[in-house]
């Protein structure tokens, strides 16, 4: 990026203030509010007496069950990224090597297919797949492989197989950017210096990817504690995380103090996840800018 | 797990370091492994499309013959088909507002020699990043205090805030690509800033806005945590209206609803490639 600052802002950087209009009054003011509510005993519209307390931060500590809720969440979350990287290392090498056009056109849109089917389609889609009676079961007692349908859906193995599923996408993606700018006649040299392809991408190909696997877990991590449909519907009302948490706050015990400090712990946890995102990525195109 | 053992059982044969036979049989491994990764990202999708189809009300595998009456319950049902049209409005509004409002704010970042660009991006794209969910929380709660109930135009406009994101990037990808002289040789010649504007500059633009509306269309669309605080009952969008559906029951309706939801996405982006090209527009 060339430096501006010299310059003046001219007529066209006004068109910048819709936004930051829309971004003052339904992104910063929301935020500013949410925390606000986070730290007040009440509701200041409605109540004519407000105090400041910390008893809704208090409350996620003291009470070992919301430390049971932010771990299932971590784990969750931590399950997924590991799955995603693993399923999703592969197929971006693929879309970052595969020479052929089409062949890369093709890859590009079953990637993104499953990406531009929305949340709750998908989650269904699992659940058809994964419930007692579902397509999973159905042909393994078919088949005779097992008397009992496995339990399958309701636990946190499901919930970790749909947000692999919606999440995956993510982590190719982020990946394949990284892997297309080694320079494929690294991994050549290495072969042709006796290396093989396993070795010559274990020793070549996986450390220069490094800031892409890190930038992809940390994306796909922080897309993970923070999704609602998947954990709700696949893990049927029984796994409790923090963004169910938030809803049922909200929407069973109208608590909207206690809603909004679980709220700033997850903003928190996804601004810190995001910061380290962007500097892994840094990492990449700061070698690139370099060069 | 055969391939392995045949690939060490190559090794040992041949102990001179040829490594042409493993690399055979490790090309087939590295090939099947994708093609299970591409079934596993793929199959759900086709499995929504085979239950909609499919006659019986509960799952049945294999399927046992091919109907529409779940695309007939689904058009006559009142619930849905309201669902469906509020969401179309949703998500039209919501594309003019990111649309225009995203393309000015990228020209505006790309032209407008402002102070700290770099930092008024990172906070354009955060709603991409920072969890929906804390985006509708936060409105639910700020609508509640200011007593302005649930309005069509709360919603659209936190769908707006999370749709923004894609039409600068498209947008801000596309003006950095292309050449300033043409605006300046415009000018050279007598061309009003304006008349530069509408006759140089957006044209040239236009892919770029093009694809971020289209991006902005199927999210607001798909948009589900902003949406759960921010409709009203009775006036749902269309994927809150299936999750509704979906804490109860697993019924073929919901398999129609879902494929015309894919299918409507696939228009789209098919209509993406054919005009624009999908590929410059996908980099995270």
Redesign the interface.
């Known amino acids: 990026?060339s430096s501006?600052?010299a310059?003046?802002?001219?007529?066209?950087?006004?068109?910048?203030l819709?936004?930051a209009l829309?971004?003052a009054?339904?992104?910063f003011?929301?935020?500013g509010?949410?925390a606000t509510?986070s730290v007040l005993t009440g509701?200041?519209?409605v109540m004519p007496k407000v105090a400041f307390t910390t008893r809704h931060y208090a409350r996620m500590i003291d009470d070992p069950f919301y430390l049971e809720v932010i771990w299932t969440t971590i784990r969750i979350g931590l399950v997924t990224t590991l799955v995603a990287l693993a399923?999703g290392y592969?197929?971006a090498h693929?879309m970052a090597r595969i020479k052929s056009r089409t062949g890369?056109?093709l890859?590009?849109?079953?990637?993104?297919?499953?990406m531009?089917?929305?949340?709750?389609?998908?989650?269904?889609?699992?659940?058809?797949?994964l419930?007692d009676?579902?397509?999973v079961n159905?042909?393994l007692m078919s088949l005779g492989l097992i008397a009992q349908p496995l339990k399958l859906m309701y636990t946190e193995t499901g919930i970790v197989v749909g947000l692999v599923?919606i999440y995956?996408?993510?982590m190719v993606?982020?990946l394949t950017?990284v892997i297309g700018r080694i320079d494929e006649r690294l991994e050549q040299a290495a072969e042709n210096l006796?290396a093989?392809?396993?070795r010559a991408f274990i020793e070549v190909t996986l450390p220069l990817s490094l800031p892409g696997i890190l930038a992809g877990s940390l994306?796909v991590f922080?897309l993970a504690?923070?999704a609602?449909?998947t954990p709700i519907?696949l893990g049927g009302f029984q796994i409790m995380t923090l963004?169910i948490l938030?809803?049922q706050q909200?929407s069973a015990n109208f608590n909207?103090g206690f809603?909004?400090a679980i709220?700033i712990v997850?903003?928190v946890i996804?601004?810190l996840l995001?910061i380290a995102?962007?500097r892994a990525l840094g990492l990449v195109s700061g070698q690139r800018e370099l060069q | 797990m055969s391939t392995s053992t045949s690939l060490a059982a190559a090794e040992r044969a041949t102990p001179v370091r040829t490594a042409t036979v493993p690399r055979h049989y490790g090309r087939y491994l590295y090939l099947a492994i994708n093609i299970a990764i591409l079934i596993f990202l793929l199959a759900p999708i086709a499995i929504v499309v085979v239950f909609a189809l499919n006659p019986t009300p509960f799952i049945q595998f294999p399927p046992v013959g091919v109907s529409l009456r779940w695309f007939e319950k689904f058009f006559a049902s009142r619930d849905f088909m309201h669902a469906l049209w509020f969401s179309l409005e949703v998500a039209v509004l919501t594309t003019l507002s990111a649309t225009l409002l995203g393309a000015s704010a990228a020209l505006a970042l790309a032209r407008g020699n402002l102070p700290g660009t770099r930092l008024i991006v990172a906070t354009m794209l955060s709603p991409l990043m920072l969890p929906a969910i804390l985006t509708g929380l936060a409105l639910f709660q700020t609508y509640v205090l200011l007593d302005v109930g649930r309005p069509t135009w709360g919603l659209v406009a936190g769908h707006t805030l999370v749709t923004l994101p894609y039409v600068v990037r498209t947008t801000l990808a596309v003006l950095h690509n292309f050449d300033t002289r043409l605006e300046e040789a415009a000018q050279n010649l007598g061309a009003s800033p304006l008349r530069t504007f509408f006759e140089v500059t957006l044209p040239l633009i236009k892919p770029g806005v093009l694809a971020g509306a289209i991006f902005a269309f199927i999210v607001s669309f798909d948009q589900f945590p902003v949406s759960l605080f921010l409709v009203s009952p009775g006036n749902e969008t269309l994927p809150v209206t299936l999750f509704n559906y979906l804490k109860f029951d697993l019924d073929g309706t919901i398999g129609a609803a879902s494929v015309v939801s894919i299918l409507l996405a696939f228009v789209v982006v098919i209509g993406l490639d054919r005009t624009v090209g999908l590929r410059s527009y996908v980099k995270l």
């Open positions: 990026m501006t600052a310059q003046r802002p001219n007529g066209l950087a006004l068109f910048i819709p936004s829309l971004f009054l339904f992104f003011l929301p935020i509010l949410m509510m509701n200041p519209v399923i592969p197929l693929w890369h056109a890859l590009l849109m079953a990637v993104l297919a499953p531009l089917t929305g949340i709750v389609v998908r989650t269904f889609a699992w659940m058809t797949l419930s009676k579902g397509v159905q042909t599923h995956v996408p993510f993606l982020t950017g006796g093989s392809p396993l994306l922080a504690i923070s609602y449909v519907l963004p938030i809803y909200i909207v809603a909004a709220g997850l903003l996804s601004l995001v995102y962007n």
